[in-house]
């Protein structure tokens, strides 16, 4: 694989205390484990895999047992025709027991159970794919982040070096003002310059210790942990359109809304059953025993299996079970568009990343060219300074071109870096 690389002497840096060394994999690992929404996502997945069962689709059995014990107090007043037999009296007392074990199984309704299954699988799979989404999300932004702290390092070690060639430059005046072949005019003026890169050098570096605070959090550490980095931006230069735009296709977030399409299309179907006739089997085994103080029956008592099939054949519900599949329907011609429309989006987001990448490369080896050459430039100047055929304007010219060279080569280089971890975010080809 050909690669551009910029390398930068980053020099370390910590927040308090001694930093612990950080680097880019070791920072992805920490953030896919400590990550809150990477473990929300993974609850999401186990809640869809404990969901996707026949039971939950209502394909198993489904066994109950009932028992009741009553007791009551009544009065009984009974006459007979004769009224030989006639009865009146109060207090009587009763006890009514029954059981039964029931058990109960679908044997048709319109293959709803099956289109239900289906569905359950599809959300369980694109509860992973959100998963997915969730984890090349995290390993993106992490990158990112990574990269932008090298960049705002390399920055700072351009001021440093710059700082150097000012020490160098208030080091040259002392030494020919103390012959007096220098004013004091440029002492100060050297000594204001220095001062300014400092201050710089100090807002630089507020800038790089908030990128780490920003990482941290990432990484879901303590913002005021102690950690130290020193990396370099390595652009990888093999990417090529045609194949990132044939592998978009596996990005998890595509798959992800063509298993809703899928999903709305099981859904579909599951709406349609409903008007269908169902069709049950049940079996079970029922007791009845009901014992009275007095009257006509002192004691009834039955029990017994039974089995039996039960059809419910829907006739006429006001068009609902119609009405929500003509909704259904909808749904799943929705989810389409919406696939089509993130798939438009995404394609437009790489054609895009992908100009800034190629037109970041073709900066590049300018861009590392003119800083070696300005850095060759501020020796050059320096040493003329020291032999007095340049004034201290030109050093600060030289100084100047020196940055902004540093600068334009470290945006350069993160810009292409940048684009290049979306473009491979959107091929899903993400790695370290």
Not at 352 to 373: G, I, M, P, R
């Amino acid at each position: 694989m050909n690669r551009i690389v910029l390398v930068f002497v980053c020099s370390l840096f910590c927040l308090q205390g001694i930093p612990q060394r950080l680097g880019l994999a070791d920072a992805v690992d920490i953030a896919l484990k400590n990550s809150l929404g990477i473990k929300i996502s993974k609850n999401n997945v186990d809640i869809a895999s404990i969901n996707n069962s026949y039971g939950v689709a209502g394909g198993l059995p489904v066994v109950s047992a009932t028992g009741t014990d009553n007791g009551q107090i009544y009065n009984i007043n009974q006459q007979y025709s004769d009224h030989t037999k006639d009865a009146a009296r109060s207090g009587v007392t009763s006890n009514i027991v029954t059981g039964s074990l029931n058990a109960s199984i679908l044997v048709y309704n319109g293959l709803r159970v099956a289109n239900t299954k289906k569905l359950l699988e599809q959300v369980e799979s694109q509860s992973r794919q959100q998963l997915n989404s969730r984890t090349l999300a995290v390993v993106y932004n992490v990158m990112l982040k990574y990269y932008d702290i090298v960049r705002q390092q390399a920055y700072a070690h351009t001021l440093e070096l710059s700082i150097a060639a000012s020490r160098q430059k208030l080091d040259i005046i002392k030494k020919q003002q103390s012959v007096g072949l220098a004013n004091n005019a440029d002492l100060f003026q050297s000594q204001v310059d220095l001062n300014t890169q400092l201050q710089n050098l100090q807002a630089q570096q507020l800038v790089i210790d908030q990128g780490v605070t920003d990482l941290l959090t990432l990484l879901t550490l303590k913002p005021d942990s102690t950690v130290a980095i020193s990396d370099t931006i390595l652009v990888d230069s093999s990417l090529r359109l045609n194949t990132l735009l044939d592998a978009m296709a596996g990005n998890p977030d595509i798959v992800a809304a063509n298993q809703q399409i899928t999903i709305n299309q099981f859904a579909v179907k599951q709406v349609a059953a409903l008007r269908y006739p169902s069709l049950s089997f049940g079996a079970g085994y029922n007791l009845a025993r009901t014992q009275y103080a007095a009257g006509f029956t002192l004691l009834n008592q039955y029990y017994g299996p039974y089995v039996g099939f039960t059809l419910n054949v829907p006739i006429f519900n006001g068009n609902i079970y119609k009405k929500q599949q003509q909704v259904a329907g909808i749904n799943a011609r929705t989810a389409d568009l919406v696939k089509d429309t993130l798939v438009l989006n995404y394609t437009s987001n790489a054609v895009k990343n992908w100009q800034a990448y190629t037109n970041n490369l073709q900066q590049l080896n300018l861009a590392k060219e003119n800083f070696d050459l300005s850095r060759k430039l501020l020796e050059l100047v320096i040493l003329r300074f020291q032999l007095r055929q340049a004034t201290i304007v030109d050093v600060r010219n030289a100084q100047e071109s020196f940055e902004n060279a540093g600068y334009l080569l470290t945006n350069i280089s993160f810009a292409a870096k940048a684009a290049e971890l979306l473009l491979k975010r959107l091929a899903n080809q993400l790695n370290i």
